[in-house]
Protein backbone atom coordinates (compact mmCIF):
# COMPACT_ATOMS: atom_id res chain seq x y z
CA UNK A 1 0.00 0.00 0.00
CA UNK A 2 1.50 3.39 -0.98
CA UNK A 3 2.44 5.77 2.00
CA UNK A 4 1.14 8.69 0.03
CA UNK A 5 1.97 11.51 3.17
CA UNK A 6 0.88 15.23 3.31
CA UNK A 7 4.84 16.19 2.33
CA UNK A 8 4.57 14.09 -0.69
CA UNK A 9 0.68 15.46 -1.58
CA UNK A 10 2.96 19.25 -1.22
CA UNK A 11 5.51 17.66 -3.01
CA UNK A 12 3.35 17.43 -6.10
CA UNK A 13 1.47 20.12 -6.14
CA UNK A 14 4.48 22.48 -5.46
CA UNK A 15 5.73 21.63 -8.81
CA UNK A 16 2.90 22.80 -10.95
CA UNK A 17 4.33 26.12 -10.69
CA UNK A 18 7.74 25.42 -12.62
CA UNK A 19 6.88 26.09 -16.04
CA UNK A 20 10.17 26.00 -17.65
CA UNK A 21 12.04 26.20 -14.88
CA UNK A 22 14.51 22.91 -15.76
CA UNK A 23 15.15 24.46 -18.37
CA UNK A 24 15.80 27.91 -17.38
CA UNK A 25 17.85 26.44 -14.66
CA UNK A 26 20.63 24.54 -17.36
CA UNK A 27 20.57 28.10 -18.72
CA UNK A 28 21.91 29.81 -16.49
CA UNK A 29 24.31 26.99 -15.46
CA UNK A 30 25.39 26.68 -18.49
CA UNK A 31 26.20 30.38 -19.56
CA UNK A 32 29.95 30.10 -17.70
CA UNK A 33 30.31 26.55 -20.12
CA UNK A 34 31.00 28.83 -23.23
CA UNK A 35 30.50 27.00 -26.67
CA UNK A 36 31.42 23.41 -24.67
CA UNK A 37 27.95 22.87 -23.77
CA UNK A 38 24.58 24.07 -24.49
CA UNK A 39 21.50 24.63 -22.34
CA UNK A 40 20.17 21.67 -23.83
CA UNK A 41 22.95 19.46 -23.55
CA UNK A 42 22.89 20.75 -19.61
CA UNK A 43 19.48 19.47 -19.52
CA UNK A 44 19.38 16.44 -20.65
CA UNK A 45 22.74 15.84 -18.59
CA UNK A 46 21.55 16.61 -15.30
CA UNK A 47 18.22 15.51 -15.42
CA UNK A 48 17.60 13.22 -18.91
CA UNK A 49 19.61 10.73 -18.34
CA UNK A 50 19.99 7.81 -21.13
CA UNK A 51 19.56 5.07 -18.98
CA UNK A 52 18.64 1.64 -20.65
CA UNK A 53 14.72 0.67 -19.87
CA UNK A 54 12.84 -2.44 -21.03
CA UNK A 55 9.18 -1.95 -22.34
CA UNK A 56 6.05 -3.65 -21.19
CA UNK A 57 6.35 -5.75 -25.04
CA UNK A 58 9.95 -6.33 -24.05
CA UNK A 59 11.76 -3.85 -26.12
CA UNK A 60 15.17 -2.59 -24.74
CA UNK A 61 15.13 1.24 -25.08
CA UNK A 62 17.29 4.26 -23.65
CA UNK A 63 15.02 7.08 -22.05
CA UNK A 64 16.75 9.99 -23.58
CA UNK A 65 17.78 8.60 -26.86
CA UNK A 66 14.79 7.11 -27.76
CA UNK A 67 11.70 8.58 -25.77
CA UNK A 68 12.25 11.69 -24.84
CA UNK A 69 14.69 13.47 -27.33
CA UNK A 70 12.59 15.63 -29.36
CA UNK A 71 9.47 14.64 -27.94
CA UNK A 72 6.61 16.00 -25.75
CA UNK A 73 5.96 13.65 -23.31
CA UNK A 74 4.18 13.35 -20.05
CA UNK A 75 5.90 11.02 -17.16
CA UNK A 76 5.02 9.20 -13.86
CA UNK A 77 5.98 6.58 -11.50
CA UNK A 78 3.88 3.68 -10.13
CA UNK A 79 4.60 0.25 -8.84
CA UNK A 80 2.15 -2.43 -9.90
CA UNK A 81 1.38 -3.96 -6.14
CA UNK A 82 0.04 -0.81 -5.12
CA UNK A 83 -3.26 -0.59 -3.83
CA UNK A 84 -3.96 3.15 -2.89
CA UNK A 85 -2.75 5.75 -4.83
CA UNK A 86 -1.00 3.88 -7.92
CA UNK A 87 -4.63 2.54 -9.63
CA UNK A 88 -6.00 6.23 -9.24
CA UNK A 89 -3.05 7.80 -11.25
CA UNK A 90 -3.31 5.12 -13.85
CA UNK A 91 -7.03 5.41 -14.53
CA UNK A 92 -6.44 9.46 -14.32
CA UNK A 93 -3.38 8.65 -17.00
CA UNK A 94 -5.92 6.65 -18.83
CA UNK A 95 -8.50 9.37 -19.15
CA UNK A 96 -5.75 12.09 -19.90
CA UNK A 97 -4.82 9.52 -22.99
CA UNK A 98 -8.65 9.43 -24.05
CA UNK A 99 -8.95 12.69 -24.17
CA UNK A 100 -5.80 13.84 -25.76
CA UNK A 101 -6.49 12.27 -28.10
CA UNK A 102 -5.00 11.51 -31.80
CA UNK A 103 -1.82 13.54 -30.64
CA UNK A 104 -0.79 10.59 -28.52
CA UNK A 105 1.80 8.72 -29.69
CA UNK A 106 2.19 11.03 -32.70
CA UNK A 107 2.99 14.42 -30.63
CA UNK A 108 2.96 13.52 -27.25
CA UNK A 109 3.94 10.31 -25.68
CA UNK A 110 3.12 9.16 -22.01
CA UNK A 111 5.43 6.75 -20.08
CA UNK A 112 4.88 5.04 -17.21
CA UNK A 113 7.85 3.69 -14.75
CA UNK A 114 8.02 1.01 -12.33
CA UNK A 115 9.12 2.12 -8.79
CA UNK A 116 9.82 -1.67 -8.39
CA UNK A 117 11.63 -2.98 -11.17
CA UNK A 118 12.29 -6.53 -9.16
CA UNK A 119 9.05 -7.39 -9.11
CA UNK A 120 7.44 -4.95 -11.73
CA UNK A 121 8.95 -7.44 -15.00
CA UNK A 122 7.72 -6.56 -18.64
CA UNK A 123 5.43 -9.36 -18.10
CA UNK A 124 3.81 -7.94 -15.23
CA UNK A 125 3.50 -4.55 -16.35
CA UNK A 126 2.01 -5.99 -19.90
CA UNK A 127 -0.70 -7.66 -17.79
CA UNK A 128 -1.59 -4.15 -15.99
CA UNK A 129 -1.72 -1.85 -18.35
CA UNK A 130 -3.91 -4.24 -20.39
CA UNK A 131 -6.60 -3.41 -17.10
CA UNK A 132 -6.41 0.27 -18.01
CA UNK A 133 -7.33 -0.37 -21.99
CA UNK A 134 -3.72 1.66 -22.72
CA UNK A 135 -3.69 2.71 -26.39
CA UNK A 136 -0.66 3.14 -28.52
CA UNK A 137 1.92 6.16 -27.53
CA UNK A 138 1.38 5.50 -23.49
CA UNK A 139 4.40 2.57 -22.51
CA UNK A 140 5.11 1.07 -19.76
CA UNK A 141 8.54 0.53 -18.26
CA UNK A 142 10.85 -1.12 -16.29
CA UNK A 143 14.70 -1.47 -16.03
CA UNK A 144 17.76 -1.77 -13.12
CA UNK A 145 16.74 -0.71 -9.61
CA UNK A 146 19.97 1.69 -10.17
CA UNK A 147 18.84 2.87 -13.31
CA UNK A 148 15.42 3.46 -12.26
CA UNK A 149 16.48 5.17 -9.08
CA UNK A 150 18.75 7.85 -10.90
CA UNK A 151 16.22 8.34 -13.06
CA UNK A 152 13.53 9.09 -10.58
CA UNK A 153 16.35 11.14 -8.77
CA UNK A 154 16.66 13.42 -12.14
CA UNK A 155 13.71 13.88 -12.72
CA UNK A 156 12.57 15.28 -8.78
CA UNK A 157 10.71 12.51 -8.14
CA UNK A 158 12.10 12.75 -4.39
CA UNK A 159 11.75 13.21 -0.75
CA UNK A 160 14.14 15.97 1.56
CA UNK A 161 14.07 13.19 4.16
CA UNK A 162 16.53 10.66 3.35
CA UNK A 163 14.14 7.62 5.38
CA UNK A 164 11.09 8.79 3.07
CA UNK A 165 12.98 8.99 -0.13
CA UNK A 166 14.61 5.49 0.57
CA UNK A 167 10.92 4.05 0.68
CA UNK A 168 9.68 3.15 -2.79
CA UNK A 169 6.22 2.71 -1.20
CA UNK A 170 6.27 6.39 -0.18
CA UNK A 171 6.75 8.12 -3.45
CA UNK A 172 5.53 11.68 -4.98
CA UNK A 173 1.97 11.45 -6.38
CA UNK A 174 3.16 13.99 -9.52
CA UNK A 175 3.28 14.12 -12.66
CA UNK A 176 5.93 15.32 -14.98
CA UNK A 177 5.72 17.17 -18.50
CA UNK A 178 8.03 18.90 -20.77
CA UNK A 179 8.93 19.64 -24.46
CA UNK A 180 12.27 18.37 -24.33
CA UNK A 181 13.48 20.20 -27.68
CA UNK A 182 11.77 23.65 -26.37
CA UNK A 183 13.47 22.55 -22.76
CA UNK A 184 9.70 23.59 -21.50
CA UNK A 185 8.83 20.93 -18.46
CA UNK A 186 6.39 21.63 -15.23
CA UNK A 187 4.70 19.01 -13.07
CA UNK A 188 1.07 18.67 -11.74
CA UNK A 189 -0.58 16.15 -9.22
CA UNK A 190 -1.32 13.07 -11.01
CA UNK A 191 -4.16 12.22 -9.03
CA UNK A 192 -5.78 15.82 -9.78
CA UNK A 193 -9.11 16.26 -11.85
CA UNK A 194 -8.10 14.69 -15.23
CA UNK A 195 -9.62 17.72 -16.99
CA UNK A 196 -7.57 20.10 -15.13
CA UNK A 197 -4.52 18.08 -16.21
CA UNK A 198 -5.28 17.88 -20.04
CA UNK A 199 -6.50 21.85 -19.73
CA UNK A 200 -2.75 22.23 -18.46
CA UNK A 201 -1.12 20.26 -20.45
CA UNK A 202 -2.92 21.67 -23.62
CA UNK A 203 -1.73 25.39 -22.61
CA UNK A 204 1.83 24.14 -21.70
CA UNK A 205 3.15 22.07 -24.38
CA UNK A 206 0.39 22.86 -27.01
CA UNK A 207 0.51 26.61 -26.81
CA UNK A 208 -3.42 26.38 -26.87
CA UNK A 209 -5.69 28.71 -25.02
CA UNK A 210 -7.80 26.57 -22.03
CA UNK A 211 -11.17 28.20 -23.48
CA UNK A 212 -10.60 25.59 -26.57
CA UNK A 213 -10.45 22.41 -24.89
Given at each position: MVK????????AFSAAPVVGG???????????????ESARQRLQ???????????AQGLAVHF?????????????FIFTSCTDDCPVATANMARVQQMLGA????????????????????AVLEEYASRYDVAPGWSFLTGKPADID???RALGFTYQDPEDDADPENH???LRY???????????PVLGNPQHIVRGLRWDLMDAPSEAW
Amino acid sequence: MVKMTRRGVLGAFSAAPVVGGLGAWATRRATGDGEKESARQRLQRLHLPDVPLVTAQGLAVHFYRDLVKDKQVLINFIFTSCTDDCPVATANMARVQQMLGAPVGREIFMYTITLKPDEDTPAVLEEYASRYDVAPGWSFLTGKPADIDRLRRALGFTYQDPEDDADPENHVGMLRYGDEPAMKWAGCPVLGNPQHIVRGLRWDLMDAPSEAW
